[in-house]
């Protein structure tokens, strides 16, 4: 039996608006609903998830998705939401940008099913590209008010005096592209609804207004809200930036921690809003992490199972076995097992030092080597370093070293090319040898 949708958005918390009329169309027919992407980059954020999620769910419960590209709309940019203009983007780097998000929405959309519901990729640059400024202005223009456009919260906001740069004509009509690509898809391919984030509302409900007035067609209109952090701040980013879905933006490591470290009320929320598991298991979750929060099992639940979605199974895996690197007991074979670039994303910080292959060779001893990272202050000095090795305290790529004076050739390098040296628990210092 299929699932109702909005019920399962409601219960997942992501249901913040919906037109009067939706559900019931929901329930009378196999409907077509888009969001749309702007491709203002060559890979979607964790922002976009919920979007995508929100079509996945769509899919599930029998109706037909439709991922909006917008090569068109992508070169102006939307008002929602932002306090300044977009930068334009050239068609050369838009084409980047929409294959590469094409290429991530395969993951989580069944574009090739042989039923009626399979997924499909549109781009409305398809049919903006002819659509002179006389055309748009007598067919879509002349349907919609400015007074209608002005009443919009984004637009309002813009103009205010909070704002000091105003609003160009450009971002203006942005709504009312958005508008005729509700239009254009209603008129083409029957699609009643339109989802986006709560921001998004305003530009939704002008498509609608426009079907109405241009052909007394059904529309409809649904918003999740905007997802936000307990303490606040921004969802999605990090000192770094945005957390991308491409592994050579931010890699399955980085990926997997931004997850497993969310805070308890955070994960409580996010695993209904960015996994499929069911109502009853995250039940079940959520009173299993309630008797042991210090466990972290919604976390690390939560953190496996979109690792494994966005990424990979072996993805995955390879993230936590870094982790444990750092933060549990490992061995000398999962260091070795760990490819370079996760190498780096979990030493990212550890204070490191690249010497060259000739300068390598000429070191005698593995204290010598040591003694090539005492200016990152990791040992102060060779008697330190030979106590430490005598109390066990210090480890080469994660093995206790024995004896001190050990020639380097008997070192193995990570990679090839790295030496992982190890004072304690928690004290690193990598060596890279070029």
């Not at 199972?305 to 870094?322: C, F, G, N, R």
Request: glycine share 8%.
């Amino acid at each position: 039996m299929k699932k109702n949708f909005v019920e399962e958005l409601r219960w997942r918390g992501m249901l913040h608006d919906a037109m009067p009329g939706t559900e019931e169309q929901l329930n009378k027919e196999i409907t077509g609903a888009y969001v749309g992407i702007d491709p203002t980059a060559d890979s979607l954020h964790i922002g976009h998830l919920v979007s995508v999620m929100m079509l996945k769910h769509f899919q599930l419960s029998g109706h037909k998705p439709y991922a909006l590209i917008g090569g068109a709309t992508g070169m102006i940019g939307d008002p929602s939401g932002k306090s300044e203009e977009r930068n334009l983007l050239n068609e050369e780097t838009l084409q980047k940008n929409q294959d590469g998000i094409k290429k991530q929405l395969s993951k989580f959309l069944d574009f090739d099913s042989q039923e009626e519901n399979s997924a499909e990729l549109v781009n409305n640059y398809d049919w903006m590209k002819e659509f002179s400024f006389l055309d748009f202005a007598r067919e879509v223009g002349k349907h919609i008010t400015v007074n209608y456009m002005m009443a919009k919260e984004s637009v309002k906001k813009r103009l205010s005096q909070e704002s000091k740069v105003g609003m160009s004509f450009t971002e203006f009509t942005y709504q009312l592209l958005q508008g005729y690509d509700f239009y254009h898809l209603n008129h083409t391919k029957n699609v009643k609804l339109q989802m986006g984030g709560s921001d998004q509302w305003g530009n939704i409900v002008t498509g609608t207004e426009l079907i109405r007035r241009k052909s007394q067609g059904d529309a409809f209109a649904l918003t999740c809200p905007l997802i936000t952090k307990a303490d606040g701040r921004k969802f999605g980013k990090t000192e770094k930036g945005n957390i991308w879905l491409d592994p050579e933006k931010t890699s399955p490591y980085e990926f997997y921690q931004f997850w497993l470290n969310t805070s308890d009320e955070d994960a409580a929320k996010y695993i209904k809003i960015f996994t499929f598991l069911s109502k009853e298991k995250i039940e079940s979750l959520l009173n299993q992490h309630n008797e042991a929060p210090h466990q972290r099992a919604l976390q690390k639940k939560l953190a496996e199972e979109i690792t494994t979605m966005v990424h990979s199974a072996e993805d995955l895996e390879m993230a936590q076995k870094a982790s444990q690197i750092l933060f549990g007991k490992s061995t000398t074979e999962d260091l070795a097992s760990l490819n370079e670039k996760t190498l780096l994303a979990v030493f990212d910080g550890v204070p490191q030092k690249e010497i060259t292959e000739a300068e390598f060779n000429e070191i005698p001893s593995i204290l010598d080597l040591i003694s090539v990272a005492l200016d990152g202050e990791f040992i102060k000095s060779k008697g330190e370093a030979r106590k430490l090795v005598k109390g066990g305290g210090i480890s080469i790529n994660k093995s206790k070293l024995e004896d001190a004076e050990q020639t380097v050739d008997t070192i193995g390098k990570l990679q090839e090319k790295y030496i992982l040296l190890q004072k304690g628990k928690k004290n690193y210092f990598l060596i890279k040898i070029s």
